[in-house]
């Protein structure tokens, strides 16, 4: 967001202002998984929150619409094509790019990509970990239902 700012351009601050709702439509979808999703556990018989990525193991087994879910907004977040987070990234670029600031450009597109790493870890705990047998995933109830199918949509 300060990159966009940096440009001092009226095309950084369209940027900045699209960037801003794309990232708050991906962090509204985003919370809304983490703070909806609970599960059991047979082992203590309770319902839990989950805590840990690992608690996230074989999501995609479990509740495979859910994690597909999860899956394009962490695509988004970071920044992979053709996502509403990676057109918001090549906005803020461009208006970076447009006024001269190409080693700000250069560090924002490697951190990007350093960044898509962490992110891409998530992911990798929903579809490949071991799952974890004492565990089971509540649905969401509706309302969290149509919110996260809400930012689901308007990220693609």
């Known amino acids: 967001m300060l990159i966009a700012l940096a440009s001092g351009s009226i095309?950084?601050?369209?940027?900045l202002l699209?960037?801003?709702?794309i990232y708050l439509i991906t962090t509204v979808g985003s919370w809304t998984f983490i703070l909806a999703l609970n599960k059991f556990d047979i082992i203590s018989k309770q319902k839990k929150r989950l805590v840990y990525i690992n608690d996230l193991n074989y999501l995609g087994y479990d509740n495979p619409l859910l994690a597909f879910t999860r899956t394009i907004i962490i695509f988004s977040i970071a920044g992979i094509p053709p996502l509403a987070?990676?057109?918001a990234k090549i906005y803020?670029?461009?208006?970076?790019?447009?006024s001269s600031l190409y080693f700000l450009s250069f560090v924002a597109v490697l951190t990007s990509c350093i960044g898509a790493f962490y992110y891409i870890r998530f992911i990798k705990v929903m579809y490949f970990e071991n799952k974890n047998k004492s565990q089971f995933y509540?649905?969401?109830?509706?309302?969290?239902?149509?919110?996260?199918?809400i930012c689901f949509f308007l990220i693609l």
């Open 11 to 15: 095309e950084g601050v369209q940027s």
């Open 18 to 21: 699209i960037y801003l709702v």
């Open 85 to 87: 987070g990676f057109c």
């Open 92 to 98: 803020v670029l461009f208006a970076a790019i447009e």
């Open 138 to 149: 509540f649905k969401l109830d509706r309302q969290k239902s149509i919110l996260l199918g």
